[in-house]
């Protein structure tokens, strides 16, 4: 009797697997996402397009965002309807060009290194109206950058992979407008630019899809 293949095996392939290595990602399209920070919340959206064996093109997306309201009777006298508002929000929204090289594109366990470019837009809002004082403060501007990252992705046979992935260089330049209002003083108004360089560890996992 012909030995019959074990279930595990036309389990594989009836799912069309195959070994995954980074040198297959050559001519295909990813779509990566965030699955949350390791250390801090965080969202980002990658597409990838392969270019070559061990490299491909990359255009990164990332929105950062919160929003806090609060209200409080502040008045000993509970039938009054002295209430204190405050408010807190904010918004940055970066998007990107930049390249991947994998270290190691003959195996489905890769290092790799990313270089980018970006534009950055941020804004934030703070809004605090107590008895007897009110503040407010208003900030917006753009940034433009270069960055550098480092990960390990893991491809697996059905067309996605596992990734660690994390930014270690930034430098950027921002140009910021400023506007400050408190209570009985006029409003005030100013701009700032600065250019500077970080290093940071932030790491985060992505799943990601190729086609």
Do not use: C
């Amino acid at each position: 009797m012909r030995p019959r293949p074990p279930l595990f095996a036309l389990f594989l392939l009836a799912l069309g697997a195959t070994p995954a290595l980074a040198m297959d990602l050559q001519g295909k399209w990813g779509l990566g996402v965030g699955a949350g920070g390791l250390v801090s919340a965080s969202s980002d959206v990658t597409v990838f397009r392969g270019r070559s064996a061990t490299s491909g093109w990359l255009i990164d997306l990332e929105i950062r965002g919160s929003n806090a309201t609060g209200h409080e009777n502040v008045s000993p006298d509970t039938s009054l309807t002295q209430e204190a508002h405050q408010n807190t929000n904010d918004l940055s929204v970066r998007v990107g060009p930049g390249i991947r090289h994998f270290l190691v594109a003959s195996g489905p366990f890769s290092p790799y290194l990313d270089f980018g470019a970006l534009v950055e837009y941020s804004r934030s809002h703070d809004y605090a109206d107590i008895p007897g004082v009110f503040q407010r403060d208003d900030a917006y501007g753009w940034g433009f950058g270069l960055n550098a990252a480092v990960g390990a992705e893991y491809l697996t046979p059905w067309h996605f992979s596992l990734a660690a992935h994390t930014q270690v260089g930034q430098v950027m330049w921002t140009l910021a407008h400023y506007s400050t209002e408190v209570q009985n003083n006029p409003p005030y108004e100013h701009k700032s630019s600065r250019l500077n360089a970080t290093a940071s560890i932030q790491p985060l996992l992505e799943l990601r899809v190729y086609f």
